[in-house]
């Protein structure tokens, strides 16, 4: 698919990562040359952000959750014993390590709204978006673990439509506080007067709503985006609509092309229908690259890996992402019609038909997740992989790829090696940075939000609209 000026549109890459062991590939830290067991280190998470840097990816990805995956058999002893997301560290924290090492990586870290007050909150966005340069963006989750409500004193989480709503007015507050209270050129740093930031620039926000009683002013000074990167995950009807007016760039997982195709679709006739640019978002979908010199090397490493993936612990990722206690089935039947208060895109893509016509069943829900999670996987030399995402991108519309990882940081290094040099061959993916912020490098357009994003509508100056 070629750009409005004729040249062959790029694609775009995201490191897909977690502060915990194995993430996306339950039994994959068994591998000898996996070091995802070193997520409490430090230098790990520099050396990889360095890698993705050498690689032009756009940014690394960092999920989170606050809970454990409990579903499966109604307990965690199956994610504890297979190191399913669980023990997990905090993502905020390793942002200033790789920022300090990069020069142009962007950092999308991932926070629920659910339990964390938006006043303090607001004031971690600015202080990574500051020390970052800029490069520092939030991936906005509503939860759907239940063990994390219970542990936080409620009985379960909000209804998935409320969490949303829920949703709205945590993101008010965050725009009214980045946005809202201090006018740029507050701080003057004037020493002849004494003035460091002149009182009649900065304003209260005043808000009062539902969930939340703000009334006072931001307590961090403007960064340079102000408000950061704007990420999303949804993809459930809901989750759409929310994303149509906050998203500016959008996490999807599909195991097909058609179904990906018409996810996409949506995505941007909601954006559209929100008065916004329907491209004004980068749309990346999950997948995981299993990649090295030859097709055969590519496959043997498939075949090797596939030793180690462990479907319990697949199945046990499953039943937490789809509200489904997965254990209660049969391997060879399918989910069915149920009801879920968790990720219900998830949910709707297993009720439909893959690739081969047919329904899914547990056994083939548990092996397509076992390595890369929810994505599918791409198998063989960088050649055929960089062809077979051109594909992806020209033929869906989707921007480009969260790319999870087999092992790590080897998966990574292997892309980096193989694929994005058959890709800059082809003119499909970049051979430099953009200057300036991560928004600039992934839109060309300037630091702040845009004037049609919804966040705009909270700067001083600018009546708070709806968009």
């Known amino acids: ?102 020069e142009n990586l962007g950092f999308g870290v991932t926070a629920g709204t659910a339990y964390e007050h938006p006043y303090p909150f607001a004031r971690r966005l600015s202080t990574l978006d500051h020390i970052t340069n800029g490069r520092f963006g939030w991936n906005v989750v509503t939860g759907y673990l239940p063990s994390a409500a219970r542990n936080m004193g409620n009985e379960d989480q909000l209804e998935h439509d409320e969490r949303y709503n829920h949703a709205d007015e945590y993101l008010e ?21 004494g ?30 985006q102000r408000t950061p990167v704007i990420y999303q995950a949804g993809a459930s009807s809901r ?37 916004r640019d329907r491209h004004s978002v980068r749309i990346y979908t999950l997948l995981t690259v299993i990649t090295d010199e030859t097709s055969e090397a590519a496959h043997a490493k498939h075949e090797e890996y596939k030793q180690y993936a462990s479907n319990e612990g697949a199945l046990t990722l499953m039943s937490g992402w789809m509200g489904i206690d997965l254990s209660e089935y049969s391997l060879d039947d399918p989910i069915g019609e149920v009801k879920s208060n968790a990720i219900q895109s998830t949910v709707s893509n297993f009720q439909k038909v893959n690739d081969d016509g047919k329904p899914w069943t547990v056994r083939d829900i548990a092996e397509s997740a076992s390595i890369g999670g929810l994505g599918p996987r791409l198998v063989g030399s960088g050649a055929e992989v960089a062809e077979e995402l051109i594909s992806w991108v020209d033929e869906t519309d989707v921007d480009g790829f969260n790319l999870a990882y087999a092992i790590t940081p080897g998966t990574f290094e292997d892309i980096v090696k193989y694929v994005v040099p058959e890709l800059q061959k082809r003119g499909a993916y970049q051979t430099e940075y953009a200057p300036g912020t991560l928004r600039n490098k992934l839109f060309g357009k300037g630091d702040k939000l845009p004037e049609d994003h919804k966040g705009s509508g909270y700067r001083i100056g600018a009546a708070a609209r709806q968009v």
């Open 239 to 275: 989750g759409i609509a929310f994303a149509a007016g906050n998203a500016e760039a959008i996490f999807v997982a599909s195991p097909t092309k058609d179904i990906l195709k018409d996810t996409v679709t949506k995505i941007r006739d909601a954006v559209e229908a929100a008065g």
């Open 195 to 224: 003035i460091f930031t002149d009182p009649e620039k900065v304003h209260e926000i005043r808000h009062e709503g539902k969930y939340f009683k703000v009334p006072g002013i931001h307590i961090s000074e403007p960064s340079p």
């Open 1 to 102: 698919m070629a750009t409005t000026d004729g040249t062959r549109r790029h694609v775009r890459f995201n490191a897909f990562d977690m502060n915990c062991v194995g993430h996306q590939s339950p039994g994959m830290w068994r591998h000898p040359d996996d070091e995802s067991w070193r997520y409490k280190d430090i230098r790990y998470w520099a050396d990889l952000a360095k890698t993705l840097e050498r690689g032009l990816f756009d940014g690394i990805f960092i999920a989170d959750v606050l809970g454990t995956y409990d579903t499966y058999g109604s307990s965690n002893a199956s994610a504890l014993r297979e190191g399913t997301q669980v023990p997990v560290n905090d993502p905020f924290l390793l942002v200033s390590a790789m920022a300090v090492v990069t």
């Open 173 to 193: 507050v965050v725009y009214k506080l980045l946005e809202g209270s201090w006018e740029d050129d507050a701080v003057v740093r004037d020493r002849e007067r």
